[in-house]
């Protein structure tokens, strides 16, 4: 039997789950890419709005990934229940899902007022000689107030569309999300350019054309869960009584780790970008452009990686172990095809694709370079994103915590510094820093997965 056929029901799983979420997850970041190369457009020459995005969504995101994490941890465990057939436990579980998800969101929001302030000193801190670069600081403020007040309603959103994937639903919040990608690009002209009678708002208007958006995203999700006869089943078992702290406790036992790692995941990418601004705007605008480019790219990893948590967690609920391994080695296949697929678009097309977010020759050349650097690091990228996926859907996530810690604060951001800094490589040491941690988080959760695949046959 060839590879091909052994594996072709594993990989149409997979497809199946995964070409919706897809667009879900991309439209996520896919926002900030339009914001990204619309705001480029819009300074033409100057680097200033595009770096001010850059630093306007560099604290947001780092906040929105660590509240994805909680929120993540809906998913697995509502996959396990739906598996076994417990319809009761998977509706109480969505409810205490809510519950959950809005306190997340009321913290995240008042830590993200809390750092504001962080934003206005910024361009003092990160000032390089000769070079300030306050008027980027001050550009960056109404665009991160406007993405701060978008949490809330994005938190919403993702509680209802981490049950629905956990159920096995990925197409609603597909279409939801395609919808609102849509209403953001088309707000995104008109208040950034000044369409419709509107006066020209620049990096503001990318800010209030994603906080619209996400409300009306938001909006469509309930209406689709109160409306669809498929989901009244769940809704039935809600309850006062269904509202406990053990429910609480076991989301954020699962999520609490996935939020950890993405946090500190997350920081590495946004201190590589705040650490840019130290070599001038250029520079800053350069990182947020590769990584725009790269965010895309990491969203088709993200989508085959959400797929395999739905698939294992329905397999770990059923303890259907003999589909464990296939199912395992068919993801890694995927996503190391898609890797390879964007290594090359990265390294043979580097400077067309950054000439569609700026004007700027400055911007490109660099953009390109750093795009080098950025292809070495799809294959790492995807092992350990899609490892961590599947460790995800067996619930095997408190081991996550030390990997991501010796990753990330061990190697990879000193050995960024140290090569940006004392060896004077600049940006190209800060990505370098990247590859080293993303290798040592791939190899290490690979590892641990394998142990984990080799644990569940036996029994």
């Known amino acids: 039997m060839s590879l091909l056929t052994k594996y072709t029901p594993y990989y149409k799983r997979l497809l199946k789950l995964a070409l919706p979420v897809i667009v879900a997850q991309a439209g996520q970041l896919t926002t900030q890419f339009a914001d990204t190369a619309m705001v480029g457009q819009y300074g033409g020459e100057d680097p200033v709005p595009l770096a001010a995005v850059s630093l306007g969504s560099s604290l947001f995101l780092l906040i929105y990934l660590a509240a994805l994490g909680l929120a993540m941890a809906i998913t697995p465990l509502v996959g396990e229940h739906y598996a076994r057939g417990d319809r009761r436990m998977v509706g109480h579980l969505f409810q205490n899902g809510i519950v959950y998800s809005l306190a997340i969101g009321v913290v995240g929001t ?59 639903n990925t197409k609603i919040a597909m279409w939801i999300t395609l919808m609102g990608n849509i209403a953001n690009v088309v707000l995104n002209y008109i208040f950034i350019f000044g369409k419709c009678g509107i006066e020209p708002m620049g990096a503001e208007g990318a800010g209030l054309a994603t906080l619209i958006s996400r409300l009306g995203q938001m909006c469509t999700i309930i209406a689709v869960f109160f409306l669809w006869q498929r989901l009244r089943i769940y809704r039935t078992f809600f309850s006062r009584k269904a509202l406990t702290l053990t429910h609480i406790s076991s989301l954020i036992r699962i999520g609490f780790p996935i939020s950890f790692q993405m946090i500190l995941e997350s920081a590495a990418f946004i201190l590589t970008s705040i650490l840019a601004l130290s070599f001038g705007k250029v520079a800053a605008g350069s990182m947020q452009v590769a990584f725009s480019i790269a965010n895309i790219a990491w969203m088709i990893t993200v989508a085959i990686g959400s797929a395999s948590t739905i698939l294992v967690s329905h397999i770990h609920g059923n303890r259907h172990t003999k589909e464990l391994r296939p199912t395992v080695n068919a993801t890694y296949h995927l996503g190391l095809l898609w890797a390879t697929l964007m290594a090359i678009v990265f390294v043979t097309m580097r400077e067309p694709i950054a000439a569609i977010f ?21 294959f790492s990228d995807s092992v350990q994103g899609l490892s961590i996926s599947m460790m995800r859907g067996m619930q095997d996530v408190k081991i996550i915590m030390p990997i991501v810690l010796c990753s990330y604060l061990v190697l990879n951001i000193p050995i960024g510094i140290l090569l940006a800094y004392h060896f004077d490589m600049g940006c190209h040491g800060l990505v370098v820093g990247l590859i080293v941690g993303l290798s040592s988080a791939a190899l290490m959760t690979a590892i641990r997965l394998r142990k984990k695949v080799n644990e569940a046959e036996k029994i």
């Open 110 to 168: 008042l830590i993200a007022l809390a750092l504001r302030p962080f934003i206005g000193v910024l361009g003092d801190w990160m000032s390089s000689p000769g070079e300030s670069v306050e008027a980027v600081a001050e550009m960056a403020l109404p665009y991160s107030d406007m993405l701060v007040w978008s949490i809330m309603p994005l938190m919403i959103f993702l509680a209802v569309k981490q049950f629905l994937e956990g159920i096995g």
């Open 358 to 378: 700026t004007d700027n020759t400055e911007v490109i050349a660099l953009t390109a370079e750093l795009m080098l650097l950025i292809a070495i690091y799809q």
